[in-house]
């Protein structure tokens, strides 16, 4: 068997790979992971930039950590994840990553009264990456059990954002709207799916 050559790899791909795929010992592991980095990588970085737009320190962890976490469970992956859902489950991991580093700073932050609300802190920069931080509070049941509740078109909506990861646009042009109005209908019913788990949560406290 051939040594594993880099600096052909780097020729050919025309990337720097992570370290912690190189590490892989698997051949055909590796060179899944690595066929993977160098084509969803933009993907990757387009997803923590919603988390972090105006720290690239912060982008760069929260992919590593993404790398690094499916460079753990790669054979898996690659014998369970379709081909076609990918995608999909590569920004699932970046986004776990992402929310994973605001809980730190957060609980970092709370800590000292002189800081502003966790929820104001322009580490959020859009709608999406908030609310997945206002849901992440919630167990999996109880958001399973408030999913149900919602009308057929907030669940349409939830699942063309979060699950078949569309674009706005995409989704305006789906449901023939406006990009406006897809946007704030969007935010809308993730706002009505959160304040059904959070109703559920009181109730439950009585």
Avoid: W
């Avoid at 946007?183 to 009181?202: P, Y």
Wanted: net charge negative; hydrophobic share 40%.
């Amino acid at each position: 068997m051939q040594p594993f050559d880099y600096q052909k790899m780097l020729e050919l791909h025309g990337t720097i790979i992570p370290l912690a795929i190189l590490a892989i010992e698997n051949d055909e592991d590796r060179q899944f992971m690595i066929d993977v980095y160098v084509q969803y990588k933009p993907l990757m970085y387009k997803a923590a930039k919603k988390y972090f737009s105006s720290n690239p320190n912060e982008i760069e962890d929260a992919v590593s950590n993404a790398v690094l976490n499916m460079c753990k469970y790669c054979n898996r992956i690659r014998s369970s994840v379709p081909s076609i859902r990918l995608s999909s489950y590569i920004v699932t991991i970046v986004r776990n990553a992402c929310n994973a580093r605001l809980k730190q700073i957060y609980a970092a932050q709370s800590q000292n009264a002189t800081y502003a609300d966790p929820m104001e802190l322009e580490h959020i920069v859009d709608e999406d990456a908030y609310h997945d931080i206002i849901l992440s509070k919630f167990n999996a049941i109880e958001l399973l059990d408030s999913f149900k509740q919602l009308s057929d078109r907030d669940k349409e909506l939830i699942r063309m954002r979060h699950i078949d990861l569309m674009d706005y646009d995409e989704i305006a042009e789906t449901l023939n709207i406006s990009l406006p109005t897809a946007r704030t209908a969007v935010f809308r019913a993730k706002q009505r799916l959160e304040k059904i788990a959070a109703a559920a949560i009181r109730k439950d406290e009585v």
